[in-house]
């Protein structure tokens, strides 16, 4: 079946420095959304991407769609202690029937 | 707008019964999908109701139903519940069908003794 890995599974940052994560699938997805999970607290969503080579930008986060459709990554400039989470990313697969996330990256901020 | 909210919050079953979770979604949002989570195994797609309908379903066995209401509420339901149903359940609601922004409910955290 479909599998969307994210890497790294853990991450631990000096608050100021950068962060990022990978999202790979193993097929095409039609768009991908970015979530964040706070510890405790439920999916909150991002953003989404949709067309092939897509980049979209939120303040400190970058947010790319790779150009197959296949991967993407969130990146996060000058991490601060309030990006603590899981980020997840997600997306439908081709038959558009279900809806994958990924595994996820736990970001800890250290102060 | 109020956001999602799902019933009860927790719940402590023992194996072999049933059990039944609720979903209100944001109103005017007519889609409801249901999530389970683990740690092992993360976050998975059961099903998503539209209009009352079941438009998709992931893999899960038979024993994990729902439904949909007419006031786009939605119930799920597991029947003989196992050890491994132990999990965060997790509703979103959004818009309309396709693939746009999902608003998730704080959960139902199910444990089964």
């Known amino acids: 079946g479909q599998q969307v890995m994210q890497i790294p599974q853990y991450q631990h940052v000096q608050e100021g420095e950068d962060f990022t994560t990978y999202c790979n699938s193993s097929?095409?997805?039609?768009?991908i959304q970015w979530y964040k999970q706070r510890p405790g607290g439920h999916p909150v969503f991002l953003i989404q991407?949709?067309?092939?080579?897509e980049v979209k930008k939120q303040k400190r986060l970058t947010f790319q769609f790779g150009e197959a459709k296949k991967n993407s990554s969130l990146h996060i400039t000058a991490t601060q202690t309030t990006d603590v989470g899981t980020y997840f990313c997600?997306?439908?697969?081709?038959?558009?029937?279900?809806?994958?996330f990924g595994t996820g990256t736990s970001l800890t901020v250290i102060p | 707008k109020a956001g999602v909210t799902q019933t009860p919050r927790y719940l402590i079953k023992t194996r072999g019964q049933q059990v039944t979770l609720s979903c209100s979604p944001i109103?005017?949002?007519?889609?409801v999908s249901w999530y389970q989570q683990t740690p092992g195994q993360g976050l998975q797609f059961l099903f998503e109701?539209?209009?009352?309908?079941?438009?998709n379903k992931g893999n899960f066995p038979g024993r994990f139903s729902g439904r949909q209401f007419s006031n786009s509420r939605s119930e799920m339901n597991v029947s003989t519940l196992e050890l491994g149903d132990s999990a965060l359940y997790l509703c979103?609601?959004?818009?309309?069908?396709?693939?746009?922004?999902?608003?998730f409910g704080p959960g139902t955290r199910l444990t089964v003794l």
């Open positions: 097929t095409t997805l039609s768009n």
């Open positions: 109103s005017g949002h007519r889609s």
């Open positions: 997600a997306g439908p697969d081709f038959t558009g029937n279900q809806f994958y």
């Open positions: 991407l949709v067309k092939s080579g």
């Open positions: 979103a609601s959004k818009i309309a069908g396709g693939y746009n922004e999902q608003f």
């Open positions: 109701y539209f209009s009352e309908t079941q438009r």
